[in-house]
């Protein structure tokens, strides 16, 4: 009997064939960058004010600069806030030397109010926040967004992964990848805020079963001597994905552009998966021998190599006495199975929240966005060197362990570290992003190699799903505690890495 590996050792573990499905499948990895973390530059929140219609006309019967405006109409704003502005009426001011004299009623204090009238925002573009009016008491909706995707992939977890595991990798891939990419080109044409919420929801339902149907097809595609290379590089693939989205992001500063940007390339990624072959492996486990077979043929051929005279006797190298059918009992099936699955979703939602977290953070508090985004993502770069380098030599506990401890140790530091030093700031925020970015994918790489071929691509969605259920919390946990105290949530990162 010849296993499938053994075949790929003979008519090319990453050969041509191999490396074509690599560089488009990696496509799809890239892609996922915007959906997951896109919110930060799709939802940004730019410096604010209250409108104030009298204010603006008497600002231009003055003469006024916008700065000069806010210095006499608006003292102490920054110790009130944005989402406050004095109640009065504006076009009863005496005078554009002391614009609030007369106004306070017998020489109180001048009474601050909410806005009624909008706000003004001041950036060159346009995001969902600023054409949806996102801020003060609906600030909690940005939140709400970015958590509903990350419902979507809850939601989508078992699904998904059932539909990988019962009815095949290409089918899966090619429906996840025609309903992201729809979708995603609907939410630039979004009318309300409704509306973005729904088809957020329903990306993410379809895109992250998309990416691991993707991660499982190409891991199952290559030999096992460059099974771990491969699944390494396509999740360095979605760190190219975050720089481009930073790029792509700066020169368009429209949300619904950007939007539009990201999502057209998966109509065409689906036309070119429509010629990839299914997974052997998988037809294998499935007692579809003959097409299995007709496929390592097909990969000899775009190998340039000759088929073995064994193929025909080609089999797993797991036991399938029968059709297998997955199901979720399976992953507690044996004590050791159960263990596993259990350790994994732990580590899957605490890799999760911490990895979120910080780019939410950085997003929130940088200087500057773009650059600040663009340096901490390409810390995920050595962060997969270090994890080929280490996993052979050292192991997964060890490198796993330290990178816990680093990450945990830069959140630390950050809630003690001065504001005003930024450089400081996203230093130390860079070193724990890339320390968490080694936990999650060494937890991606792990799951995979802990099952079964037939309950392989199931027990990676259902294990990733805590990652969603950190998803879906750690957006409140950000905004919502940086409002009691800035360094609250990095405290709870610390917690979280170290417990």
């Given at each position: 009997?010849?296993?499938?590996?053994?075949?790929?050792?003979?008519?090319?573990?990453f050969?041509?064939?191999?490396?074509?499905?690599?560089?488009?499948?990696?496509?799809?990895?890239?892609?996922?960058?915007?959906i997951?973390?896109?919110?930060?530059?799709?939802?940004?929140?730019?410096?604010?004010?209250?409108?104030?219609?009298?204010?603006?006309?008497?600002?231009?019967?003055?003469?006024?600069?916008p700065?000069?405006?806010?210095?006499?109409?608006?003292?102490?704003?920054?110790?009130?806030?944005?989402?406050?502005?004095?109640d009065?009426?504006?076009?009863?001011?005496?005078?554009?030397?002391?614009?609030?004299a007369?106004?306070?009623?017998?020489?109180?204090?001048?009474?601050?109010?909410?806005c009624?009238?909008?706000?003004?925002?001041?950036?060159?573009?346009?995001?969902?926040?600023?054409?949806?009016?996102?801020?003060?008491?609906e600030?909690?909706?940005?939140?709400?967004?970015?958590?509903?995707?990350?419902?979507?992939?809850?939601?989508?977890?078992?699904?998904?992964?059932?539909?990988?595991?019962?009815?095949?990798?290409?089918?899966?891939?090619?429906?996840?990848?025609?309903?992201?990419?729809?979708?995603?080109?609907?939410?630039?044409?979004?009318?309300?805020?409704?509306?973005?919420?729904?088809?957020r929801?329903?990306?993410?339902?379809v895109?992250?079963?998309?990416?691991t149907?993707?991660?499982?097809?190409?891991?199952?595609?290559?030999?096992?001597?460059?099974?771990?290379?491969?699944?390494?590089?396509?999740?360095?693939?979605?760190?190219?994905?975050?720089?481009?989205?930073?790029?792509?992001?700066?020169?368009?500063?429209?949300?619904?552009?950007?939007?539009?940007?990201?999502?057209?390339?998966?109509?065409?990624?689906?036309?070119?998966?429509?010629?990839?072959?299914?997974?052997?492996r998988?037809?294998?486990?499935q007692?579809?021998n003959?097409?299995?077979?007709?496929?390592?043929?097909?990969?000899?051929?775009?190998?340039?190599?000759?088929?073995?005279?064994?193929?025909?006797?080609?089999?797993l190298?797991?036991?399938?006495a029968?059709?297998?059918?997955?199901?979720?009992?399976?992953?507690?099936?044996?004590?050791?199975?159960?263990?596993?699955?259990?350790?994994?979703?732990?580590?899957?939602?605490?890799?999760?929240?911490?990895?979120?977290?910080?780019?939410?953070?950085?997003?929130?508090?940088?200087?500057?966005?773009?650059l600040?985004?663009?340096?901490?993502?390409?810390?995920?770069?050595?962060?997969?060197?270090?994890?080929?380098?280490?996993?052979?030599?050292?192991?997964?506990?060890?490198?796993?362990?330290?990178?816990?401890?680093?990450?945990?140790?830069?959140?630390?530091?950050?809630?003690?570290?001065?504001?005003?030093?930024?450089?400081?700031?996203?230093?130390?925020?860079?070193?724990?992003?890339?320390?968490?970015?080694i936990?999650?994918?060494?937890?991606?790489?792990?799951?995979t190699?802990?099952?079964?071929?037939?309950?392989?691509?199931?027990?990676?969605?259902?294990?990733s799903?805590?990652?969603?259920?950190?998803?879906?919390?750690?957006?409140?946990?950000?905004f919502?505690?940086?409002?009691?105290?800035?360094?609250?949530?990095?405290?709870?990162?610390?917690?979280?890495?170290?417990?």
């Open positions: 009997m010849a296993s499938v590996d053994q075949v790929l050792g003979q008519v090319g573990e050969g041509r064939f191999q490396k074509q499905a690599f560089l488009l499948l990696s496509l799809l990895s890239a892609l996922f960058a915007p997951y973390v896109g919110i930060v530059f799709l939802a940004s929140t730019p410096p604010h004010r209250c409108r104030s219609p009298g204010l603006d006309e008497l600002a231009r019967r003055c003469g006024w600069s700065a000069e405006g806010l210095n006499w109409t608006l003292p102490g704003l920054g110790a009130l806030g944005p989402c406050h502005a004095y009065v009426d504006w076009n009863r001011s005496l005078g554009c030397g002391d614009p609030l007369g106004l306070a009623p017998n020489g109180s204090r001048l009474p601050f109010g909410p009624l009238h909008g706000w003004v925002y001041d950036t060159p573009g346009s995001s969902i926040v600023t054409e949806f009016h996102l801020v003060c008491e600030s909690w909706k940005v939140d709400l967004l970015q958590s509903s995707v990350n419902v979507g992939f809850f939601l989508g977890s078992l699904g998904i992964g059932y539909i990988a595991d019962r009815f095949g990798r290409k089918a899966c891939l090619l429906g996840t990848s025609l309903v992201s990419g729809v979708s995603g080109v609907l939410l630039a044409l979004a009318p309300d805020y409704t509306a973005l919420l729904l088809l929801l329903l990306q993410g339902l895109s992250k079963g998309g990416w149907a993707g991660y499982t097809l190409i891991t199952e595609f290559v030999g096992l001597g460059c099974r771990r290379t491969v699944a390494i590089l396509y999740q360095a693939a979605y760190t190219v994905g975050l720089v481009l989205l930073a790029g792509v992001a700066f020169v368009l500063p429209d949300w619904r552009w950007l939007q539009m940007a990201v999502s057209l390339p998966l109509l065409p990624f689906l036309l070119c998966c429509w010629y990839l072959p299914e997974s052997p998988w037809l294998l486990s007692k579809r003959t097409q299995a077979r007709k496929i390592m043929e097909y990969i000899a051929q775009k190998n340039g190599r000759l088929p073995p005279a064994d193929l025909k006797k080609l089999s190298e797991e036991d399938t029968g059709k297998m059918a997955p199901s979720f009992a399976d992953l507690f099936r044996t004590p050791s199975l159960r263990r596993n699955t259990l350790i994994l979703m732990y580590l899957w939602f605490t890799s999760s929240v911490v990895y979120q977290g910080l780019i939410l953070h950085v997003g929130a508090t940088g200087a500057s966005l773009h600040d985004f663009l340096y901490s993502a390409l810390m995920e770069f050595p962060a997969s060197i270090i994890i080929h380098v280490t996993i052979d030599r050292v192991g997964r506990l060890y490198p796993m362990a330290l990178s816990n401890l680093v990450a945990g140790a830069s959140c630390f530091i950050m809630v003690f570290s001065p504001p005003d030093l930024h450089w400081l700031n996203i230093a130390v925020a860079c070193v724990g992003r890339m320390g968490i970015t936990v999650f994918q060494m937890v991606c790489l792990v799951n190699e802990l099952y079964p071929t037939f309950i392989r691509n199931l027990g990676v969605m259902v294990c799903s805590l990652c969603d259920l950190g998803g879906i919390l750690t957006p409140f946990l950000v919502r505690l940086m409002e009691v105290w800035p360094g609250l949530p990095l405290t709870l990162f610390d917690l979280d890495t170290w417990a």
